[in-house]
């Protein structure tokens, strides 16, 4: 597994901006900077060129002042550009007519052939830059030639003059950035030492104000992790203790019924100790399951497996399983619905939340009672369930805690594990649904109703 490195990640993110922008810069030098100045160079050279030939037309006419009045011109051009230290400039000067005759000439390093074009002086000497003038009475044509070589060394290459020094600038920058983040992670590596040295069942939160403001996200979200996973293991114990509570009292029922069957003999006796054993393991088995079930709810990773359901089929289908029962205590069960319409849940967590509360109106209501379902349709928004009995319902200081795990309203005769309504709750919580208490038949007895999205 490759581990990564924040911290070479942003130095190599820093020193690939930079060389962007270096490269950006030598773009721009080269395409744009460079060819503006040589374009002024340019420019400056055409107008020393004119003002050669207005100069000398004043004195064309005495041949005797013509050179000497060319060489003071030349040089003082010669000496204008030489100015700076360490600088050598010869420009290239020529003079002729019409007719190609060579006037004035201050070197022969360049071989001018009579009545060449500027065009055609370029394309013959690449290396050098002409520019023309004619004097006022157009006798006579100055020729300027500047060399590409003495140019550059004048105003210096772009590589050289510029980019290289500003690379040497950027790569101490660099530098200094790779000390400054360094040094500036050292706050990430101080709350990891904090974190490492930690015993494991420390959940206690981290100090928080001697930490910088760039660090305290971080230990916010870790000090919230740790609250969480305290919370559950808060909540784990308190369930493992509730659970051995639970089933100690069955286990020890039934290891006194054995101990009574070995000391009884008659047949008869023995027999409804069997049978108080039956039901007391019944009893044990069934809140082992729920104990299972309730668990499972509580983990994150609860599978889910949505469907399409046809909402009245599937109540419908549960009452009738559960119409025996009722028929034993006399009570009547009412359902009110719309034929058929289809909501998407899981249909597994959705039977376990209907029979939990049926079962339970069932179980707690006094014979010759009634139950009613309610089924309303509210697409494209869901469902709602209501489930209401005549019973003696239930208090109203104790409905806040009967969705409680081993909760068991006072007074309360009839066997059970309280357990039902907390596996209905955290069912209707994976499937987003919403159980809500509410007054039963005619302001008697508890009423349930389930919101389905």
């Known amino acids: 597994m490759k581990i990564k490195s924040l911290f070479i990640y942003t130095f190599g993110l820093q020193i690939c901006s930079v060389l962007f922008l270096w490269i950006l810069l030598l773009i721009w030098l080269q395409y744009s900077y460079w060819p503006s100045i040589y374009n002024e160079f340019n420019k400056q050279q055409q107008v020393i060129t004119q003002g050669f030939a207005r100069t000398l037309g004043v004195v064309s006419d005495n041949p005797k ?30 003079v002729r007519d019409k007719l190609g005759n060579v006037l004035y000439r201050n070197s022969e390093k360049l071989k001018v052939p009579s009545l060449k074009t500027i065009e055609e002086l370029t394309d013959l000497h690449k290396d050098w830059h002409f520019t023309s003038a004619w004097n006022e009475a157009n006798t006579f044509e100055v020729l300027i030639a500047e060399s590409q070589a003495e140019r550059t060394t004048l105003l210096g290459s772009p590589a050289g003059g510029t ?39 420390n959940l206690t939160p981290i100090e928080i104000k001697e930490q910088y403001k760039e660090i305290r996200p971080i230990i916010e979200a870790i000090n919230n992790l740790m609250a969480r996973v305290n919370a559950t293991n808060q909540r784990e114990k308190r369930f493992m203790a509730d659970a051995a509570h639970e089933l100690r009292t069955p286990i020890a029922a039934v290891i006194a019924q054995l101990h009574l069957l070995i000391q009884i003999n008659n047949p008869k006796e023995k027999e409804e100790i069997i049978d108080d054993m039956q039901q007391t393991l019944n009893r044990a088995a069934s809140l082992s399951h729920q104990l299972i079930d309730l668990a499972r709810l509580e983990a994150e990773d609860f599978p889910l497996h949505t469907e399409q359901i046809d909402l009245p089929m599937l109540i419908s289908h549960i009452i009738s399983s559960h119409i025996p029962h009722a028929i034993n205590k006399n009570i009547d069960v009412e359902l009110q619905s719309p034929d058929s319409f289809y909501i998407v849940s899981d249909k597994l967590a959705l ?25 309303k349709d509210l697409s494209p928004f869901g469902a709602i369930i209501s489930v209401q009995d005549n019973g003696r319902g239930i208090p109203l200081d104790n409905r806040q805690h009967i969705f409680s795990r081993f909760y068991r309203v006072p007074g309360t005769t009839e066997i059970g594990s309280g357990l039902g309504l907390s596996i209905a709750q955290n069912l209707a919580g994976k499937i987003g649904a919403v159980i809500r208490v509410s007054d039963g038949i005619e302001n008697k007895g508890i009423g349930f109703i389930i919101d389905l999205p």
Do not use: C, W
């Not at 040089?75 to 010869?90: C, F, L, P, Q, V």
């Not at 200094?176 to 360094?182: C, D, K, M, T």
């Open 163 to 201: 980019a290289i020094p500003l690379a040497l600038v950027l790569g101490g920058m660099l530098i200094a950035i790779l000390f400054a983040a360094y040094f500036s992670s050292q706050p990430l590596r101080q709350s990891a030492r904090i974190i490492s040295t930690r015993q494991p069942g």
């Open 65 to 94: 002042y013509f050179n000497e009045v060319a060489d003071s011109l030349q040089k003082m051009y010669t000496d204008a550009i030489e100015s700076e230290e360490g600088i050598s400039y010869r420009p290239f000067v020529v």
């Open 351 to 375: 039977t376990n939340i209907f029979t939990n509360l049926l079962e339970n109106a069932i179980k707690y209501n006094h014979e010759n009672a009634k139950i009613k379902i309610t089924l």
